[in-house]
């Protein structure tokens, strides 16, 4: 998989959706620089700032942040990631964000998580009762990276009203039904379970400025 997505979309290129806003003649690649912008302002972001992207993949936010004249630190689980954003002269470690506090890379002026939040919790977790303390962790961890006002961007996919159950996704299923399909899913990402969209608190919107405790 890095091989070919490193041959598709170039060696910091990004997964993670992309900006039209209706234009349809965007490049693909130039509707991506547009959502990178996007994120970035969304940070307040200026000259000098100070970025950590967790989950940050092939390192396209890195590469944005460094192109403004800035500084990111990415964190993945991905060997082949980090390996890809250092080749590019970007500052990326193995390593989850449940191991991290403020002392090991010190405070930052924005955080951004962009495709991520949906691979915290594993159905195992989410089973056994451990999702929102999982996603409590992560927002406190935020909290104590930021300064006042500093902002995170999270971006995550959601469970609506017809999600399906744990216990009814299985590759026996119908081929081509949803619950076929999830299985399917969860053998390319496995250990995930999305959150679900049943209140507008907490954390869960486009971005979110920190605010005192």
Known sequence: MD???????????????????????????????DKHDYVLDALNFFPGFRMLDIGSGWGPMLRAAKERSGHGVGLTLSTKHAE???????????????????????????????????????????????????YQDFFELCHDLLPEGGRLYLQTMMWGKNAIEPQDISLKATKSSNEYILAVLGKFYPGSWLPTGKSNSSGLHSHTSKSSR
Request: net charge negative; aromatic share 10%.
């Open 3 to 33: 091989e070919t997505f490193r041959l598709s979309l170039g060696e910091t290129g990004d997964i993670t959706c992309a900006m039209y806003n209706g234009d349809v003649s965007k490049t693909l690649a130039q509707a991506q620089e």
């Open 84 to 134: 890809s954003c250092r080749r590019n002269g970007l500052e990326a470690y193995v390593k989850d964000w449940k191991d991290v506090s403020v002392e090991t890379f010190g405070k930052f002026d924005g955080v951004v998580s962009l495709g991520t939040f949906e691979h915290f919790c594993s159905i195992e977790d989410y089973l056994a009762g451990k999702q929102e303390q999982i």
